[in-house]
């Protein structure tokens, strides 16, 4: 390592990851937070150069070299070559740039001059006019190329901006289509609601006025759906079969009844089979006579959804019935008696 040129090995943001050599006569640490970037810790006269050179090394693979620049050291002067390499091989370090700086020996001056010697100092002189030309030129042309870098950027962000200013205009425009197709469709909401709303309110008023006709007709009524499970019901029937609300969508069959007619169930399922209507005459436990009546339960569109079981209460009609024969019975036994 005691020959190695001074080299550092920088990502492409300028940040130093590995150093080679002596770099203190090219580098020296920023004043303040510590700072490991190239930019920030290069000295005076070399920092110009290495942005425009570097971002010139970034383009493609071949290496840019510096000639002759003058590099500030702790009060003295140093010149130096220096060569930045864009590294494209091995892989683990692809993208990489490495820096490598080299001394070079600076132009003698003669601080006497003899007669004989004026044309070589006069040479002398011309090239190191010619030299501060190139590095001025050097200077020039890294400046003119970071200008144009810095338009460029200037001009792809400018492009970038005004892309996103497009693309949130056109996302500010559907958002406001959005908006305005979520306001219409929430009154649209609001007016379907309200229509149900009435549709609610009349099928309340409807089931009000079905039960209350239901009842004033004081006939005893069940509603059962196609599994003969109870549908809804009049409030008479609750003095036949002993029901209650809770017992709303239960088998009818499981309902205690007051009822001698074990064969309702039977009957039910056929009508169900038949859907034709079936009415029988039953008695009741307490002496109160029936007639039940069980008939499909037809929709608008004429589906079967189930049955009506009708309880008409016929007790009086059979006591009548009753006295009537007890009374024809007593008569002909007289008129027998008499023959």
């Known amino acids: 390592m005691r020959f190695a040129p001074a080299t550092v090995l920088i990502n492409e943001q300028g940040d130093i990851l590995y150093i080679t050599g002596r770099t ?62 864009h590294i494209e091989k091995p892989n683990s370090i692809k993208g990489t740039i490495m820096i490598v700086f080299s001394d070079v020996a600076p132009i003698k001056k003669y601080k006497k001059l003899s007669a004989n010697s004026v044309v070589q100092t006069s040479d002398l002189h011309q090239a190191e006019i010619e030299i501060e030309l190139q590095r001025a030129n050097e200077e020039l042309q890294s400046t003119r190329e970071e200008m144009q870098t810095s338009q460029e950027e200037l001009k792809s962000t400018n492009e970038e901006l005004q892309s996103s200013n497009e693309e949130l205009q056109s996302a500010n425009e559907e958002l406001t289509t959005s908006k305005e197709e979520m306001q219409s469709l929430n009154e649209e909401l609001q007016t379907v609601n309200v229509e149900m709303q009435c549709k609610i309110n009349d099928f309340v008023q409807a089931d009000n006025d079905m039960k209350n006709l239901l009842n004033a007709t004081d006939i005893a009524t069940l509603f059962l759906d196609k599994e003969l499970n109870i549908r809804s019901y009049t409030d008479k029937i609750s003095k036949i079969i002993k029901l209650r609300k809770s017992d709303v969508g239960r088998p009818f069959t499981e309902m205690v009844s007051d009822l001698l007619y074990p064969e309702i169930a039977d009957h039910a399922k056929e009508v169900m089979r038949t859907l ?20 499909p339960y037809r929709t608008d569109n004429d589906h079967i959804n189930g049955l009506v079981i009708t309880f008409i209460d016929i007790s009086v009609a059979k006591k009548l019935e009753a006295e009537l024969n007890k009374t024809i019975h007593l008569l002909q036994n ?4 008499k023959l």
Do not use: C
């Open 334 to 337: 007289k008129k027998h008696k």
């Open 276 to 295: 034709i209507f079936k009415e029988t005459d039953i008695s009741a436990s307490d002496e109160r006579w029936f007639t039940v009546r069980i008939m």
């Open 24 to 85: 203190g006569k090219y580098l020296e640490p920023s004043a303040g937070k510590a700072n490991m970037n190239i930019y920030a810790m290069a000295r005076e006269g070399l920092s110009i150069y290495l942005m425009g050179a570097i971002r010139k090394a970034k383009q493609n693979y071949e290496p840019v070299i510096l000639h002759n620049i003058k590099v500030g050291t702790n009060g003295g002067t140093q010149y130096v070559d220096v060569t930045i390499q």
